[in-house]
């Protein structure tokens, strides 16, 4: 196998039309920083439905560096994202949505850092342009509450736009999460990171694949990914729903032995709906947990791969993802 000396990875998700952009500004960042061309930039078609897939196999038609990896249906950003890495032969990976909104040119930067021995260099936004005051604020308390409920110190403001070394690429594919989240992975994983300030940009075209249920979504993979916390609050929701209980029932027994019995259903009706919420909730804490362990003991491949153009795979297709195992060829 020829040396490669940068991977790019990008998932994408029905881009056709930012993705002749994203090829131009990718390969001028890394021909900036890869004198003799040793890089490949892997775009990894999440089961779009629109000419996506057509593009990719042109662009990989058109030139050599260019790796397409057709999924065999959409499996959601992370999984395309692990796709990716599993198949990144560089030396240095760098993680960039197709959606241009963290600029490849950043590259040059990050790669210089990283020569002083810093194996993840991540972008943390200091702005974010074209998104709605809505998305503005969600984003600053999702990543505040995710510090407050996970285990594992992830930086504030920051995605998956990212420089990773190839021992911490290594790492991060034998992790065998089939949730997953992978800045956090990246966070756990630990070793030298720092962090590079940027301005977010506006998308250069469409509109967002994330939108509240997918966040909602994410959200809730991280925190059950890193962190027992949610089990520990509804536990101790439990507790003190008990000991407001067993206050109130003896504040009703001694003014029922003192001659002032409560009248009415409403206290009564208000306990019993209270205590059948925390219940619910309980239940549906440890429900999630437990869903998410039933699937992880299935063991199934994270993806499975259609096609790949634009290497020399030797016609190899319907290649299988294995949890915890890099497919590296």
């Given at each position: 196998m020829d040396y490669i000396e940068l991977s790019v990875t990008i998932p994408c998700y029905n881009e056709e039309d930012s993705l002749y952009e994203l090829y131009n500004r990718v390969t001028n960042a890394c021909l900036s920083c890869c004198e003799n061309g040793t890089y490949e930039v892997i775009l990894v078609n999440d089961g779009s439905k629109d000419t996506t897939w057509s593009i990719i196999t042109?662009?990989?038609?058109?030139?050599?560096?260019?790796?397409?990896?057709?999924?065999?249906?959409?499996?959601?950003?992370?999984?395309?994202?692990?796709?990716?890495?599993?198949?990144?032969?560089?030396?240095?990976?760098?993680?960039?949505?197709?959606?241009?909104?963290?600029?490849?040119?950043?590259?040059?930067?990050?790669?210089?850092?990283?020569?002083?021995?810093i194996d993840v260099v991540y972008g943390q936004r200091i702005s974010r342009d074209g998104e709605t005051w809505f998305k503005k604020g969600t984003a600053y308390l999702?990543?505040?509450?995710?510090?407050?409920?996970?285990?594992?110190?992830?930086?504030?403001?920051?995605?998956?736009?990212?420089?990773?070394?190839?021992?911490?690429?290594?790492?991060?594919?034998?992790?065998?999460?089939?949730?997953?989240?992978?800045?956090?992975?990246v966070s756990w994983i630990g070793l030298k990171q720092e962090a590079i300030p940027y301005e977010?940009?506006?998308?250069?075209?469409?509109?967002?694949?994330?939108?509240i249920s997918k966040m909602f979504r994410l959200a809730a993979d991280a925190i059950t990914s890193f962190s027992i916390r949610p089990l520990r609050l509804a536990s101790h929701a439990g507790l003190y729903l008990?000991?407001?209980?067993?206050?109130?029932?003896?504040?009703?027994?001694?003014?029922?032995?003192?001659?002032?019995?409560?009248?009415?259903?409403?206290?009564?009706?208000v306990m019993?709906?209270?205590?059948?919420?925390?219940?619910?909730?309980?239940?549906?804490?440890?429900?999630e947990y437990l869903g998410r362990l039933y699937m992880q003991t299935k063991g199934r491949p994270l993806f499975v791969v259609e096609d790949i153009v634009g290497r020399n795979n030797n016609g190899e297709k319907d290649i299988v993802g294995t949890i915890g195992k890099s497919n590296n060829q």
């Amino acid at each position: 196998m020829d040396y490669i000396e940068l991977s790019v990875t990008i998932p994408c998700y029905n881009e056709e039309d930012s993705l002749y952009e994203l090829y131009n500004r990718v390969t001028n960042a890394c021909l900036s920083c890869c004198e003799n061309g040793t890089y490949e930039v892997i775009l990894v078609n999440d089961g779009s439905k629109d000419t996506t897939w057509s593009i990719i196999t042109e662009l990989s038609s058109a030139d050599q560096h260019i790796v397409g990896i057709n999924l065999s249906r959409n499996y959601g950003h992370q999984i395309a994202l692990s796709a990716a890495l599993q198949f990144a032969r560089g030396s240095r990976i760098f993680i960039l949505d197709a959606d241009l909104q963290d600029p490849p040119e950043l590259l040059p930067k990050m790669m210089a850092i990283m020569d002083d021995g810093i194996d993840v260099v991540y972008g943390q936004r200091i702005s974010r342009d074209g998104e709605t005051w809505f998305k503005k604020g969600t984003a600053y308390l999702f990543y505040r509450f995710l510090n407050f409920m996970t285990d594992v110190n992830i930086p504030n403001d920051t995605g998956d736009f990212r420089l990773i070394s190839r021992r911490t690429a290594d790492i991060l594919n034998k992790m065998p999460e089939q949730y997953r989240f992978i800045r956090g992975m990246v966070s756990w994983i630990g070793l030298k990171q720092e962090a590079i300030p940027y301005e977010r940009s506006a998308r250069f075209a469409g509109t967002t694949k994330y939108p509240i249920s997918k966040m909602f979504r994410l959200a809730a993979d991280a925190i059950t990914s890193f962190s027992i916390r949610p089990l520990r609050l509804a536990s101790h929701a439990g507790l003190y729903l008990s000991l407001t209980t067993f206050i109130i029932m003896m504040y009703v027994f001694i003014n029922y032995f003192t001659g002032h019995p409560l009248r009415g259903w409403t206290s009564l009706m208000v306990m019993i709906l209270a205590m059948g919420s925390v219940q619910l909730l309980v239940l549906g804490v440890i429900g999630e947990y437990l869903g998410r362990l039933y699937m992880q003991t299935k063991g199934r491949p994270l993806f499975v791969v259609e096609d790949i153009v634009g290497r020399n795979n030797n016609g190899e297709k319907d290649i299988v993802g294995t949890i915890g195992k890099s497919n590296n060829q």
